[in-house]
């Protein structure tokens, strides 16, 4: 194992490297990597400590140095937009998830821009307005423009110009293997394309909600026809039924199933808007007047979501499980399938109470059930999940509420790698201490994390002695019997 972390001093810039070279040893390592610049404006560093880059004034110019490598003085680093991400954008030297490439975007002269990659520069734009790396691999891709033209460039080939791109549907698949964006062409009542791995598809009246599939290359969006109210989704290049609106377009894991909410036109003689269908592999669900997203099993043959319809005078929620309705509930959400997809459960409630539904069986009633506790263990043979009624709370594993505690950190519930144990943070008095299986607390100091191993005959926790001296505490976990 080998990490690395940024140190900075005054004087010099450094990486130390961590190295563990035995049981109970820890090694460390310092390379000097130059002078620290005396007006940097920014840092990045990759997640494991393994390069580092860093933004800094030079007179009148900026300059950007990685790992310890200056590169070319230019008028300004600039800072990119968020492609929608909700933020203020990347950070001004970014870096490629396996670390390989460190890209920033420079003007030279105040009217060029160009992209500057491993302190290479890119082809010249009059601006460069938003970039992203690919959430895996080194594959980057960016939006520049040049005279009335907009330009999309991913691993240094520019696309054909286009009178706009819309910087915020711009994307990688998770597996980084492929990219897709929406752009508008020139003239023509059906101008807007979807661009999926370099190649345009049709023209639509509009194009929305680009998503593409985690792996396999597969995509979908939002169109519309010029002039008509009428939407759809646009599959691998395929269009859908025409609906009054769409939301939530979701892809399954692997990539072969896609889902989404739809609402329908109103009926002839119908007042008010239609209702709210879930299609899930082009096949229309049951209506209902709103609904929640549709949520895929892991390996993608099973959805889960929620509905509200009328029911006599009340309106309920109903669970819709591989296409079959539940019980009426007031409420219902927070759908889990286990990691083997064979089980699902999910959190109803009713008349004041709440219980956890597993595969269509409701468990034991109580006020309250933490939604963040509900969890399969990582084989899927077994559930938990913390409840509170009034001021006792109890851990709920397979159905069987254990000890009542005064309080339960409902975040801490968590399952061994093998699933035979659990354990979770309980308060007694003012301290934390930890509960592993059924077993009573333990009376040691106050805990902050614990870990493990992974056969679950072993837990480790920080504990803090005193703000000075944290220390590691370990004890086997006691044989439960499973």
């Not at 509009?206 to 979908?220: C, I, K, N, T």
């Not at 592999?281 to 979501?305: C, H, I, K, M, W």
Request: with cysteine.
């Amino acid at each position: 194992m080998n990490t690395r972390t940024l140190v900075t001093a005054i004087a010099s810039l450094a990486l130390v490297h961590l190295a563990f070279a035995a049981p109970g040893q820890i090694i460390l390592r310092q390379t000097l990597l130059g002078p620290m610049p005396t007006d940097v404006r920014q840092l990045s560093i990759a997640p494991d400590g393994s390069r580092v880059g860093l933004v800094a004034s030079a007179g009148t110019r900026q300059v950007v140095f990685i790992d310890g490598n200056k590169g070319t003085a230019y008028s300004t680093i600039a800072q990119l937009s968020g492609m929608g991400q909700g933020n203020s954008g990347p950070p001004l030297v970014m870096l490629s998830a396996d670390q390989r490439l460190v890209a920033y975007a420079a003007t030279k002269g105040g009217s060029e821009w160009v992209m500057v990659v491993n302190q290479k520069e890119g082809p010249a734009f009059d601006s460069i307005t938003a970039a992203t790396f690919a959430p895996a691999g080194h594959r980057l891709a960016y939006v520049a423009r040049k005279g009335n033209e907009q330009f999309v460039v991913v691993d240094s080939s520019v696309s054909p110009g286009y009178l706009n791109v819309m910087v915020n549907q711009l994307r990688f698949s998770a597996d980084g293997l492929h990219v897709g964006y929406i752009a508008q062409t020139a003239g023509g009542q059906n101008p807007w394309h979807a661009v999926v791995d370099g190649n345009a598809g049709p023209g639509y009246g509009s194009a929305s909600a680009l998503q593409l599939s985690r792996s396999g290359g597969h995509f979908a969006f939002v169109t519309g026809v010029n002039g008509a109210t009428d939407v759809n989704v646009v599959v691998d290049g395929k269009p859908g039924p025409a609906f009054a609106a769409i939301q939530s377009v979701v892809f399954s894991d692997d990539g072969k199933h896609v889902a989404y909410a739809a609402l329908n036109k109103p009926r002839p003689g119908m007042s008010g808007q239609g209702k709210w269908v879930a299609v899930i592999d082009g096949q229309v669900g049951p209506e209902f007047d709103q609904l929640t997203n549709v949520v895929f099993s892991p390996d993608g043959r099973r959805t889960a979501y929620a509905g509200l319809a009328a029911n006599g005078a009340r309106n309920a929620w109903y669970a819709v499980v591989d296409g079959k309705k539940s019980l009426d509930y007031v409420g219902c959400s927070n759908f889990l399938f286990s990691s083997d997809s064979r089980h699902v459960a999910y959190l109803a409630s009713n008349n004041g109470k709440s219980v956890v539904v597993l595969d269509g069986n409701e468990s034991d009633a109580h006020q309250n059930i933490d939604p963040q506790s509900i969890h399969f263990s990582p084989n899927g043979s077994r559930l938990g999940f913390v409840t509170q009624d009034d001021s006792v709370w109890h851990a709920v594993v397979d159905g069987n509420a254990g000890p009542a505690y005064g309080v339960i950190d409902a975040k801490s519930l968590q399952f061994s790698p093998d699933g035979k144990h659990y354990r979770f943070k309980v308060r007694t008095a003012s301290d934390w201490t930890v509960v592993v299986d059924s077993a009573p607390p333990g009376a040691g100091p106050p805990v902050s994390e614990l870990v493990t191993t992974n056969d679950g005959s072993h837990t480790a926790q920080v504990v803090i002695q005193n703000p000075q001296e944290p220390s590691l505490a370990n004890r086997p976990c006691p044989r439960s019997g499973r």
